[in-house]
């Protein structure tokens, strides 16, 4: 524990500072709920995105992201003292977006967890994500000059390049094919490995030790033994193994033992990372919001007001045209918003529309299938808990009303959202009701089935889990 957290954590404990966290897998739509809800409520003094992301910290990369909390705080309690406000009377509310997979699973979600008053946990079905996920690589990748029979499969389709284009790589350009195609399949071992092996911070021994912390965790939720496991792989003990290999160079981490390659494999996906930190929340009943992207996009407005209503949150109900509070952003730079409520939230740069439905799982790289199947599982289940915040709207509404663009239903313009959501609704109690929804959404869209497979196969495997329970 450094001084920046013991200083907030002092704070936090007095009662003068609140932190309120939003924490997701990636491209789950984590930043535009965050703005949405900082422009919506002027309780919140601050909103601060991703500060556990200090990749290039090194083995101090716990002390970076507290040290970067610290400094806005430092700033706010200034800014606080030079007008007067006694925050014992009115405390610094502080909002707080990161992603799972930046945090490690053990000592450090715990400090983590040990700060924040609240957490949302915000979601998206992995067909959407995934696809997201993709494109926000090979961009990286595009930055970084890599090559592109770097990343392709051997024998892709390449025939669209123009090799002697001065104004655009040959990645650049596959780029855009796959973009106007919406297949990625070409995609291989290459890019697979630009994922999992080019954070810098999966170098580092703190950061490793919390990664295999988490694997243990894992197993163990799962019903494994992680001593026979170690055992079977040839090492006396769990400690024993990792012992080994704690510390292992950035480069030769893909020739690891499997038991401590896999989870550095799927780390990036977002989802391991996600259910293993959900199980470590403390008091979740009182401390937990789960939120499904897609829900959110059907009736922004009314959802966010819902959001204020989860008393935990303590964010109030301010009535439509209330200016912002004194920690307002447009203070900060001399003006007071005096719009409407929500008027900052419904601008088009805030809520962006749904994607035009998912891809099928064949214009996925091969590669990432198992993850995706292993995602499904996660999201069901992180839908299915009981502090998720539902829409108004009942499931048989959902899968008729006009999404964002106003024009199709959510069942055509995202049907493996829709058939997720018919088949964990509660409110639809019987099967011999949910079950022609369900094969309607599958006969109009026989392109999606392996994602229908993956939602059933998932919920099944949790009704049997509950009945061994």
């Given at each position: 524990?450094n001084?920046?957290?013991?200083a907030?954590?002092?704070?936090?404990?007095?009662g003068?500072?609140?932190?309120?966290?939003?924490?997701s897998?990636?491209?789950?739509?984590?930043?535009?709920?965050?703005?949405?809800?900082?422009n919506?409520?002027?309780?919140?003094?601050?909103?601060?995105?991703?500060?556990?992301?200090?990749?290039?910290?090194?083995?101090?990369?716990?002390?970076?992201?507290y040290?970067?909390?610290?400094?806005e705080?430092?700033?706010?309690?200034?800014?606080a003292?030079?007008?007067?406000?006694?925050?014992?009377?009115?405390?610094?509310?502080?909002?707080?977006?990161?992603?799972?997979?930046?945090?490690?699973?053990?000592?450090?979600?715990?400090?983590?967890?040990?700060?924040?008053?609240?957490?949302?946990?915000?979601?998206?079905h992995?067909?959407?994500?995934?696809?997201?996920?993709?494109?926000?690589?090979?961009?990286?990748?595009?930055?970084?000059?890599?090559?592109?029979?770097?990343?392709i499969?051997?024998?892709?389709?390449?025939?669209?390049?123009?090799?002697n284009?001065?104004?655009?790589?040959?990645?650049?350009?596959?780029?855009?094919?796959?973009?106007?195609?919406?297949d990625?399949?070409?995609?291989?071992?290459?890019?697979r490995?630009?994922?999992?092996?080019?954070?810098?911070?999966?170098?580092?021994?703190?950061?490793?030790?919390e990664?295999?912390?988490?694997a243990?965790?894992?197993h163990?939720?799962?019903?494994?033994?992680?001593?026979?496991?170690?055992?079977?792989?040839?090492?006396?003990?769990?400690?024993?193994l990792?012992?080994?290999?704690l510390?292992?160079?950035?480069?030769?981490?893909?020739?690891?033992?499997?038991l401590?390659?896999?989870?550095?494999?799927?780390?990036?996906?977002?989802?391991?990372?996600?259910?293993?930190?959900?199980?470590?929340?403390q008091?979740?009943?009182?401390?937990l919001?789960?939120?499904?992207?897609?829900?959110?996009?059907?009736?922004?407005?009314?959802?966010?007001?819902?959001?204020?209503?989860?008393?935990?949150?303590?964010?109030?109900?301010?009535?439509?045209?209330?200016?912002?509070?004194?920690?307002?952003?447009?203070?900060?730079e001399g003006?007071?918003?005096?719009?409407?409520f929500?008027?900052?939230?419904?601008?088009?740069?805030?809520?962006?529309?749904?994607?035009?439905?998912p891809?099928p799982?064949?214009?996925?790289p091969?590669?990432?299938?198992?993850?995706?199947k292993?995602?499904?599982?996660?999201?069901?289940?992180?839908?299915?808990?009981r502090?998720?915040?539902?829409?108004?709207?009942s499931?048989?509404?959902?899968?008729?009303?006009?999404?964002?663009?106003?024009?199709?239903?959510?069942?055509?313009?995202?049907?493996?959202?829709?058939?997720?959501?018919?088949?964990?609704?509660?409110?639809?109690?019987?099967?011999?009701?949910?079950?022609?929804?369900?094969?309607?959404?599958?006969a109009?869209?026989?392109?999606?089935?392996?994602y229908?497979?993956?939602i059933?196969?998932?919920?099944?495997?949790q009704?049997?889990?509950?009945?061994?329970?």
């Open positions: 524990m001084h920046y957290y013991q907030l954590k002092d704070r936090v404990d007095a003068n500072l609140i932190f309120l966290s939003i924490v897998p990636p491209r789950t739509g984590s930043t535009v709920l965050e703005k949405a809800i900082y919506a409520y002027p309780v919140i003094a601050a909103q601060l995105n991703e500060p556990s992301s200090q990749i290039h910290a090194g083995e101090e990369r716990v002390s970076a992201m040290k970067s909390i610290w400094d705080v430092a700033r706010l309690e200034a800014f003292s030079d007008r007067g406000i006694d925050l014992n009377q009115q405390p610094l509310v502080l909002l707080t977006k990161n992603l799972f997979y930046y945090i490690g699973q053990d000592k450090e979600w715990e400090l983590y967890d040990n700060l924040m008053a609240h957490h949302i946990v915000t979601v998206r992995p067909a959407a994500t995934f696809e997201s996920y993709t494109k926000a690589i090979i961009e990286t990748l595009e930055k970084l000059a890599v090559p592109l029979e770097h990343v499969r051997e024998g892709s389709d390449l025939s669209h390049i123009d090799w284009n001065p104004a655009q790589t040959p990645l650049r350009q596959h780029i855009t094919y796959m973009n106007c195609q919406r990625y399949s070409s995609l291989g071992e290459g890019f490995d630009a994922i999992a092996y080019q954070l810098p911070i999966l170098g580092t021994r703190a950061y490793q030790r990664i295999w912390a988490g243990r965790k894992k163990l939720i799962e019903g494994r033994n992680p001593e026979q496991l170690a055992q079977a792989a040839g090492f006396a003990t769990w400690d024993n990792i012992d080994q290999h510390g292992t160079p950035l480069a030769d981490i893909k020739n690891l033992p499997l401590l390659r896999e989870p550095i494999d799927v780390l990036r996906y977002g989802w391991t990372a996600t259910e293993v930190n959900l199980a470590g929340i008091r979740p009943e009182e401390r919001t789960v939120i499904d992207y897609n829900d959110f996009l059907l009736n922004p407005t009314d959802y966010l007001k819902r959001i204020g209503q989860i008393s935990s949150l303590g964010l109030g109900s301010a009535p439509l045209g209330h200016a912002r509070g004194a920690f307002n952003l447009g203070v900060w003006e007071v918003n005096e719009e409407p929500f008027s900052e939230v419904k601008r088009r740069d805030h809520i962006s529309r749904p994607d035009k439905g891809v799982l064949g214009h996925l091969a590669f990432l299938h198992p993850h995706i292993e995602a499904f599982r996660i999201y069901l289940q992180t839908l299915q808990s502090q998720r915040l539902l829409p108004r709207f499931t048989r509404e959902v899968m008729n009303m006009p999404a964002n663009d106003g024009k199709q239903p959510m069942r055509e313009l995202d049907p493996v959202y829709a058939y997720a959501q018919v088949r964990v609704a509660q409110d639809i109690p019987l099967w011999n009701e949910k079950e022609p929804m369900l094969k309607t959404i599958q109009r869209h026989q392109a999606f089935f392996t229908f497979d993956m059933d196969h998932a919920v099944l495997q009704k049997m889990e509950s009945l061994v329970l």
